[in-house]
């Protein structure tokens, strides 16, 4: 059963920052591809971040490059996503997801996915 359970999500004018938290419990020691992807209402799905646990390696969309961060702290089972200097196009649900090998990592593919977390910029 996939257990990753997203929090953090909320409502911000442009230029602001949200951390989003993702409870990951089994999925941050594995050898794993964990990360996060986004989805606004009429838009395809949007890889946004990843890391591989087995190498550390983190991947980032083009789009949030240089404003958003993903970690992880393993004594807490939770995977993050700090976003700053937000824009209105970052408005979407948030997903924290996990599964797949390091080529889906880069591509920022997953197999799985939680209930997902809004999140709003206003301009």
């Known amino acids: 059963q996939v257990e990753l359970v997203e929090s953090g999500g909320g409502s911000v004018q442009a230029g602001g920052s949200l951390r989003l938290s993702c409870a990951a419990p089994?999925?941050?020691?594995?050898?794993?591809?964990i990360g996060w992807f986004r989805q606004a209402p009429g838009k395809e799905r949007e890889g946004v971040a990843a890391f591989y646990t087995y190498d550390l390696t983190t991947y980032y969309a083009d789009s949030v490059k240089g404003r958003f961060t993903i970690s992880r702290d393993y004594t807490k089972n939770t995977l993050y996503l700090e976003m700053h200097r937000l824009k209105p196009e970052d408005t979407a649900m948030y997903y924290c997801?996990?599964?797949?090998?390091?080529?889906?990592?880069?591509?920022?593919?997953?197999?799985?996915w939680g209930q997902g977390t809004q999140v709003t910029v206003s301009s």
């Open positions: 997801a996990a599964g797949g090998t390091s080529i889906n990592c880069q591509k920022l593919e997953f197999g799985y």
């Open positions: 089994g999925y941050i020691y594995n050898n794993n591809c």
